[in-house]
């Protein structure tokens, strides 16, 4: 049985234990707050972006006579003509901080499990990481070509984050290294939930209809095929001043804008999931110094009880 110097000095670990989880805790809840008003905010305006791009998308048919003379002046020509695949490139969020449950873990297994099942296919998977976590777990455990790396930034991401992740994977697509970009990422819930998604980005293609959603089978994950669906008849959009242009100018809008509110919904849920972490580790640490409470008035009473014996003995003896 421990004595009561070991339990004072396991109550008093726990104790400030407790008071670390509490401050980290409060820590959190005021950073998530902040981040779910910028994901809700940012939402509105990527959905009617998306809306956009996929109205663009699917009027280009009707200027198939204009485009055949000056497609090839589009510089994201290639990003709109689906490959076969080969080679998949798969951009992977996670934090740069752990203490936030199984966030990390859940996002890394499935990316772990992608590029085993990826590879059983015969395809060859590549991989740009996000987050710290990310770049220590494939530097440790994986061999596939890293086409790019971010970190130290997943807290507050920006726009020009977005751009350069963006940026990395076209060039890598228009190199001929990737034939298809998706990201895996987290969608954000509330404050208590969030799940996986995967979301595919290149070749470029209409995701009006798109919703997050878990992580899909592999042949509809990387299907070539539009998810497109004809509706009523619609009128004719006049794209000004001609295809090419409004391409070259909404494409980089559209793979940014995607980009930045993934990572804005990844940091929300990495915020939300360290709440719930800390806030659990907190009533845990509560629940145990209770426990260590009366471990030590038992021993204590104990102690008193052994006292009292002795002196009551030592008494009779001396009668």
């Not at 234990?17 to 401050?23: H, Y």
């Not at 990390?104 to 590029?115: M, S």
């Not at 059983?120 to 710290?132: E, I």
């Not at 001043?241 to 509110?261: E, F, N, R, S, W």
Request: charge should be positive; include cysteine.
């Amino acid at each position: 049985m421990p004595n009561l110097k070991d339990i004072r000095r396991r109550i008093k670990s726990v104790k400030s234990t407790q008071k670390i989880t509490q401050a980290m805790r409060m820590v959190s809840a005021a950073k998530v707050k902040r981040a779910e008003n910028r994901v809700k905010a940012t939402r509105p305006y990527a959905s009617e972006l998306r809306r956009v791009f996929s109205a663009v998308y699917k009027e280009l048919p009707n200027h198939l006579g204009e485009l055949s003379h000056s497609y090839s002046g589009s510089r994201y020509e290639e990003l709109l003509k689906p490959r076969p695949i080969k080679k998949l490139g798969i951009v992977v969020m996670t934090s740069d901080r752990g203490l936030c449950g199984s966030y990390n873990a859940t996002v890394l297994r499935q990316a772990f499990r992608l590029e085993k099942e990826i590879r059983a296919r015969g395809l060859t998977p590549h991989f740009f990481l996000v987050g710290s976590k990310a770049i220590q777990a494939f530097s440790r455990y994986s061999n596939s070509e890293i086409l790019g790396q971010l970190s130290h930034m997943t807290a507050a991401p920006t726009i020009q984050d977005a751009n350069m992740i963006a940026g990395t994977m076209v060039k890598a697509f228009l190199k001929g290294k990737i034939d298809s970009i998706d990201v895996l990422s987290t969608h954000f819930i509330s404050m208590i939930s969030y799940k996986l998604q995967m979301m595919p980005i290149i070749p470029l293609r209409s995701l009006v209809d798109w919703e997050p959603a878990l992580i899909p089978p592999q042949d509809v994950a990387y299907s070539m095929d539009s998810n497109y669906k004809p509706g009523h008849p619609k009128p004719e959009l006049l794209l000004e001043p001609d295809p090419i242009a409004v391409l070259d100018k909404i494409v980089p809008m559209y793979l940014g804008q995607i980009i930045y509110t993934l990572l804005l919904e990844g940091s929300a849920s990495e915020l939300a999931a360290r709440m719930t972490a800390m806030s659990n580790a907190t009533n845990n640490a509560g629940d145990m110094l209770n426990r260590l409470t009366i471990q030590y008035n038992k021993v204590r009473q104990a102690a008193i009880t052994q006292e009292i014996l002795e002196i009551v003995g030592g008494a009779e003896a001396l009668k």
